[in-house]
């Protein structure tokens, strides 16, 4: 089942994110706290039996600049044991649609590594497609978690 993710998914969310981005990085409590309080994020997740297996984490990124907001996919995850089944593209369909109904939106983005050609191959099936700009990033000096 692919739905929205809601308070009670918060620990299960949190062993899913220190499978895919490591540990110590969040908490379970920040998490539900996140899921409670954050209208700019949309969290989805796949459901098998009872278990979680798999979430996708939009960022709905408004500016004065423009009417309609620019949701972007920051996170995708699927346990390895359900991989291939197309949980990824079921859950960034219903992430696109729930985004489309909190108003207008622009494209959908999302950033991949260059090298992680299966994801790539799952953002191509699902319409995405490169569209040349460039992406820069500068680590916050000030911040404890700058490496």
Known sequence: MIRLANERDAQSLHRLNEAFNGSGLTTPERIRDSLCRNRQEVVVVAQEGADLVGFVCVQLKRSFCY????????????????????????????????????GPMQKFEL????????????YHKSGYV???????SKPDATSKNHS
């Open 67 to 102: 009417e309609a907001a620019m949701p972007e996919v920051t996170e995708l995850y699927v346990e390895p044991a359900w991989r291939r089944q197309g949980l990824a593209a079921r859950m960034l369909a219903f992430a696109e649609v729930e985004c489309r109904s909190r």
């Open 111 to 122: 950033l991949t590594g260059q090298g992680n050609l299966i994801a790539q191959a799952v």
């Open 130 to 136: 490169d569209d040349h700009k460039l992406h820069l």
